[in-house]
């Protein structure tokens, strides 16, 4: 949300009308919020600002110590122009454009829609004043981001343009702001620029719609197999159990499911060099999105697991749970039986929990190390080890776990209701083959035959400056 | 703590005497522990380094290959000096003032207490010696940092100054260093670097004050009406109840509030700019202050959220609930009774529990996307998506959930004793408004009248250079 | 894993040619998997490439816009060059040193292993071409992470090298591919820069080795003491309690016992200060490697802490102790007993329930605060705030919640079979010790002596330029 904010409560720039040795003049057209803010922000820095409107006289509150002037008198001191203009109104630009020869201009804006127009607003500057130097920066920012400065953590500046010396100005400013930089090229970056601040999650979609399908397909199967069959044969309203029974299925149904998805690429990606005989051969399109997911996958997974998890905890809270334990103690009492302890029965459960425990701690480790301040301060080899290995023994530990749960009962008519497994059979299906697979994998002859193709081996004659992998 | 480490025991730094291209010569005043551990650095990154102490020829361990003379002679060579000692003792510098004249003078003092004295450290040594260039840097950095150097992610180090090469000067030395610097603009932003080290949650102390406030008088409330009143009218001493039920019933009433307290100054600001039909007037002060800290709100709600899932795991683990559920089965036996299964009731638990964890999950969700590293990688609309939206969507959840908790007792007068409603139905006045309110900004005529205001229509003529906000 | 990835799926650098306004001309020795995608991302980046290789007609796929030549031909024009082969080829670049004199050389290899040479791959290079400027750089990248661009925030880049310039200009191409550039120093940190890839948590191995030994020591207690015993004295099978009875004992106590471990460096080196009278006496090195391993030691008690968390919750689920609660009931039934309530036992239950969540609470603050993001945005004094003042306290409230625990059973000698403590007794040992010191050190006389050593006073006669401690 945009809200409205008295600029005093600025709180990381200095207070105060700070004595400016530097006294570079910038000049600002434009003086609504953004505008504003910005020449409120570089004042404070020490930078002295014109503003540039078209009606001096009457264009709202600016900031102490500005001056304003008509757009052609403010660009004529300032060798910088920020443009905090709509692009709608750049066609009066056009007119100064013999004024602001050679001066740099910074393009702020964005647009409210992807594809709104069909070149970037920084390329159609450009096209209208092709005597400056059109350089698009700071637009990944509102108001509100700018004037808070960059408190949480550093706060990063694209900048792209087509001329060096004026994309070296726009970067001391931003690093005066206490921005870092990043530099994304020429101006014909200017459209991803533009679009960055509108995208919404890109690379979680994908991810997104797989867990949406899998809960769905699950979610129906169980409550057919579970719910309607219970009605149908037996005439029992169990219905109450959708609520927190048959979601304590559906959740690590899908979480094994996708965690299995994040390794299974990595598994055909190895078969498919294998078989090829070489790694300079390119993926196919589907892999190489896939292996670019893998993340999302994990991530997603990950929060189903601790959904499970929170499902499982509160077993014993439940009423009908409750209900239940007390009508078996008070059926055991009034038939006067005397049910004897099972220790089997106790070392099975006892290690299904402990291997699932220990699991979903493994699988939080590997949550944590993708925090981007973590995983930057891993080395390459630690976080492949901790992403790899410890990641395929958190599969190989759930996996564990979904089989101790199942125990015997793969064996029993009884689970197979109206001839479908169970739910969790169904589950054990895709990371049982990535098991298997890997472990192929991992065999001698197949690990060298690999290490040599990744090294740069090829099947046929590979040439003469074979660049050896930086990874095995 | 400052622990005397060993200078050998430096991580990062390239170990043993590195044959240095760079050569330049850098003077320390000062021979104390971050006089030392600096040159330590600094000889490690490939600098000269010269001391300057009052007593040369015994002023205790120096860094291996560090020269030391007398203050003099020492500021004769180099071009910057840093001053490492105190500033009770600055007053003896200006005795070689004429011998640091045009050179860099970078102060890195602190001091133990805000406001100790009437000027900041650095603008007294630059009234002192008017001809040098003081630049503040390093303060915010004590000797075990500057040793470890910038293991933990970027470290970042702030500086100020009145002069631009004095500053570039410092700033190209901290990079070899390892650190990043951020330019906070003149000297007289010295007190504000001063004041840094000092402060202790500045932004978090309203926020805890509320959260404080608030659990203090439910706590009473709760105590009053559950355990005191029991007292008096049946005599039951019931009072080993606060470590668990009534702490378990003060945090989620806490949480709640204070979620409800991140959402509604936004409310109060769409309301307040719908009613005045304009964005460009500024908010009341205590309405920008609140919604400073609507972060540390909403991530204190977090904290006393978990605490309440975690002390609703623990009630099947407790003597008090599996005496009473063991006493409810054995009185039904021996009474021979029969408890019909109460379908509703299972429902409704199951919801309540169902949607209290997927509010929590959300909530989790919102607060990890609160952590710098990843709000950082977030574009502007994908972090407004989730704290708007999902934010929302959380309260909404979190309302729900305690709705279906009271479930019918709203009607029920013995809900009421002495008068007073239950905590959580007075938990639930502020949202219920809170979420009323949003739903009155979300009907169509609504909406639009507040997203033209916000992209800069006014009731009144606005001018000409209306820029459109980035953000609706 | 180094998988193959279409040049194309490059997500953040532009797409398509860029109209290239630096024009500046960059030579890469090698065609293999790194030389290809870096020059793919120069080339986006508005260079131009040029490739040398020694069969110019034959080389595999290559990005498009770039040219390949031999290399005599490709190092003419180009003023700086990267070296992408292995280093049992640079051999042959001997031969080229003449066309190389006064180039810019990046070293960009890594080894499969740690210490496979005598002396660093760069230095060797700078042996071989005594007449070029070698800098090591990005190789603590692979081509993936290259590929990537720095999407997980900021991406850091080592570099080393003797000549400034050569790494100014490193440097410059390092910031426009959008990298952050940490300058390690001279050429002698070549080996620590191709050795960074290599470590495998290096910090963390002494920690790991004493929670595995502590670990396995309290198991076989545990095993010896509880099952163990029960079969021989009472011929009970109870080995299922292995699972999760006994791991809820263990992993408690590792964590205790590794917290401690945490604050007990600290007080050591306070004692020691204290006794030695000065704190410019270095410290033993076991004390200093102790010191710096405090925070992995702290989140593996984490980690430890967690587990117990998990496994407490999960009690009341598991068979063994439905059917003990339902074999209490049933006995109580036929033998026809009436259990009073034990209101002592109900508040020590809930007391040490509570207290364990607030010190889990507490323990959760502090893991949040060590994430590199988190505690970089913390002033010096607030990180020391948490991890000091917060610390001790939770170390204090666990403790408080293990003697919660024990209660009364310190004195009764059933709790002692065989002549050994409990493990929780055992555990206490460490942290009442730390606490009982750590209250020493408070005391106003002692605190005020430690402050003033810390401060810089000595004992004996200090000298002139005494620093006062930044931190009390």
Redesign the interface.
């Known amino acids: ?6 600029p005093e ?1 600025v ?1 990381l ?4 009308m ?5 006294q570079e003049l910038l000049c600002i ?7 504003r803010t910005l020449g409120q922000c570089l004042l ?3 930078y002295r600002v014109v503003y540039g ?3 001096p006289h ?4 600016l900031p102490q110590g500005a001056q304003v002037m008509s757009h052609d008198a403010a660009a004529q001191s300032a060798s910088l122009v920020f443009v ?3 692009r709608q109104n750049y066609g009066f630009l056009e007119s100064l454009a013999s004024g602001l020869k050679g001066k740099v201009l910074v393009d702020v804006s ?1 647009n ?1 829609k992807k594809d709104l127009y069909p070149e970037a607003n920084a390329e159609y500057l450009q096209r209208l004043i092709p005597g400056a130097h059109v350089v698009k920066a700071f637009n ?4 509100w ?1 700018l004037q ?1 400065g960059p408190s ?5 500046v694209y900048m ?1 343009g ?3 010396e004026a994309k070296q100005a726009v970067s001391e400013i931003a ?2 702001l ?1 921005f ?1 930089v ?8 200017a459209r ?1 620029l533009e679009d ?6 890109p690379e979680w979609r994908l991810p997104l719609r797989l867990a949406v399908g899998l809960t769905a397909f699950f979610f129906f199967y169980l409550l057919i197999r579970d719910i309607i069959s219970a009605y149908v044969e037996e005439g029992k ?1 169990i ?3 959708i ?3 048959l ?1 304590n299925k559906v959740f690590p149904i899908v979480s094994l499911i996708m965690l299995t998805l994040c390794y299974l690429p ?1 598994v055909i ?2 078969f498919l ?1 294998l078989y090829r005989g070489t ?5 196919p ?1 589907w892999l ?2 896939w ?2 997911c893998r993340k999302q996958l994990g991530l997603l997974a990950l ?1 189903f697991a ?2 499970h ?12 749970v ?2 239940r ?2 009508a ?3 059926s ?3 038939e006067n039986r005397t ?1 004897k ?3 089997t ?3 099975r ?3 299904y ?2 291997v699932g ?2 699991g ?2 493994l699988y ?2 590997l949550g944590i190390t993708s ?7 891993l ?4 976080f ?2 901790i992403q ?1 290995k410890l990641g395929y023994l958190t599969l190989f530990i759930c996996t564990f776990h979904t089989y101790l749960y199942g125990w015997d009962k793969f064996l029993r008519v009884s689970s197979y209701k109206w001839y479908t497994p169970p739910g969790y059979m169904l589950s054990l299906v895709l990371p049982s083959v990535v098991l298997v697979l890997k472990l192929l994998l991992l065999l001698p002859c197949v690990d060298r035959s690999l290490t040599r193709i ?1 090294q ?1 081996w090829e099947r046929t004659d590979p ?10």
């Open positions: 949300m945009s809200e409205e904010v008295k409560s709180s720039c200095p207070l105060g700070a004595a400016a040795p530097e057209f434009g003086t609504g919020d953004l505008g404070q820095t020490g409107s078209r009606r009457s264009c709202g509150p905090c203009i709509h964005n409210l990944t920012l509102s108001a981001a808070n949480d953590a550093n706060r990063q792209c087509n001329n060096a690093t005066k206490s870092t990043l530099d994304r090229g020429s101006l014909s970056a991803e960055f601040p509108l995208q919404l999650f309203d219905s109450f159990r609520m927190v029974s979601a990595g990606a190895a060099q790694k300079y051969k390119r993926f399109d190489d999105r292996m670019l929060g601790s959904l998890v929170l499902y499982t905890l509160i077993i014993p809270i439940r009423y009908y409750r209900f334990l007390s078996i103690t008070i055991e009492i009034r049910t302890f099972d220790t029965m106790a070392w459960t006892d290690s929990y402990s425990i220990l979903f701690g939080v480790l925090l981007p301040s973590i995983s930057n301060a080395s390459w080899r630690e492949s080890f790899s990744r740069g040439g003469d400056d074979v660049k050896r992998s930086l990874l095995t």
